[in-house]
């Protein structure tokens, strides 16, 4: 059996070299040339799999690392007889951890106070979901919006109708990229939505780029309407709007979802999944693999009013992503989608919170709350 995968999917060789050979390569440079005599085919979210790429192949497995999907042409797969994985809420605690990080930046660096204020959260699924269960830990209070879930769950009082998103002090999208249906999400936030929200919001986008248009991101930030924007995705990646660029507050390389953990989680799904798809018992363990956390344990031995920030910065520096994407401004224009593509290639091990027991030695049970509900494990250790 030959599988072909992208590159940037870890311990690929490792956990899928029983079934095979394995051949890694660039995904942008996966070809129909190269996939020929492929039987499994194992992507990201920057190959675009399609009757253009898989015709006349004999590929019979089709799996994708990511939540979404929009980059693969179901329709087709389903018509050629091709099985597909994806993996979904693999990396959801990644993207929740993204956000967390980037609102205390702002609390902490542009003095954007968090406490008090309504999030709106546009997407309520893997990812959502535990924007939902962590925000409060900041003293936010969440705001639910998703149509589609509300109408399976017998329209939920837990969601919220638009008109209560648009009041909400800040708003982040949690959407999978859908241009038609019932619920379109394409260019959800456009020049019309943001005339109707109110001054001074914060824009968070971690879906995908073109749920946001960008001109009219950029229009929104210029008249004030946003006053800060924590973006991670990007209309026409890797090419991204250096202009954008400019004027967001805090820019990533589309690595929200790119903790360690999120990512290995993606592998083992997609290993899980080709096992059942080729009635194999799963034999792979990927934790013996996994690091060691770059903090195991910190201890609490004083009551700071920005311990949380601190914590969250010593695990997670989000400004850290945001300074390498901006060296892009260094590039030559016609390198810029490269560069894009090797930050992403080469982004340094992240591993998640509940990787980091938290050893509390004075009585805090506010505290104790706010770090588990962030996710850390958390020990009271009180004399």
């Not at 051949?23 to 039987?39: F, L, P, Q, S, Y």
């Not at 898989?54 to 929009?70: K, N």
């Not at 008109?163 to 982040?172: A, S």
Request: glycine content about 6%; hydrophobic content about 35%.
């Amino acid at each position: 059996m030959l599988i072909i995968a992208d590159e940037n999917i870890p311990y690929v060789k490792e956990g899928f070299t029983e079934f095979g050979e394995v051949v890694t390569i660039h995904g942008r440079k996966i070809t129909k040339e190269i996939i020929k005599n492929a039987d499994v085919l194992l992507v990201r979210s920057i190959t675009r799999v399609n009757a253009d790429l898989l015709e006349g192949s004999s590929i019979r497995f089709v799996g994708t690392a990511t939540i979404g999907y929009d980059h693969i042409d179901i329709n087709y797969l389903n018509s050629k007889g091709i099985a597909f994985t994806s993996a979904p809420g693999s990396n959801a605690n990644s993207v929740a951890e993204y956000i967390i990080a980037g609102l205390l930046k702002l609390e902490q660096t542009h003095n954007y106070k968090l406490n008090g204020k309504k999030i709106g959260i546009v997407g309520v699924g893997n990812v959502g979901s535990r924007v939902v269960k962590k925000s409060p830990a900041l003293g936010l209070f969440p705001v639910l919006y998703d149509p589609p879930l509300a109408e399976k769950m017998s329209n939920h009082p837990l969601f919220e109708p638009f008109e209560n998103i648009i009041n909400c002090d800040i708003i982040t999208f949690h959407v999978p990229l859908k241009k038609t249906g019932l619920y379109p999400t394409y260019h959800f936030a456009n020049e019309e939505f943001f005339k109707k929200i109110k001054k001074g919001t914060v824009i968070i986008n971690t879906s995908r780029g073109a749920v946001v248009k960008t001109e009219s991101l950029l229009n929104a930030i210029e008249k004030e309407v946003v006053s800060h924007s924590i973006i991670d995705v990007w209309e026409n990646e890797p090419n991204i709007n250096i202009d954008l660029l400019n004027r967001v507050t805090i820019g990533t390389p589309h690595i929200a979802g790119y903790s360690f953990d999120g990512k290995v989680n993606g592998t083992y799904q997609l290993y899980l999944s080709l096992c059942s798809f080729l009635n194999r018992v799963p034999t792979w363990d990927y934790k013996r693999n996994l690091p060691d956390p770059l903090y195991k344990e910190i201890t609490l031995s004083n009551d700071n009013p920005t311990i949380i920030h601190s914590i969250v910065h010593q695990i997670y520096d989000i400004t850290a992503d945001d300074k390498a994407l901006r060296e892009i401004h260094h590039k030559p224009e016609d390198n810029q989608g490269t560069f894009f593509d090797l930050l992403r290639k080469n982004y340094p091990v992240r591993r998640e919170f509940h990787n980091t027991t938290i050893r509390l030695k004075q009585n805090n049970p506010v505290l104790a709350n706010q770090l588990d509900r962030l996710g850390f494990k958390v020990i009271r250790d009180i004399e």
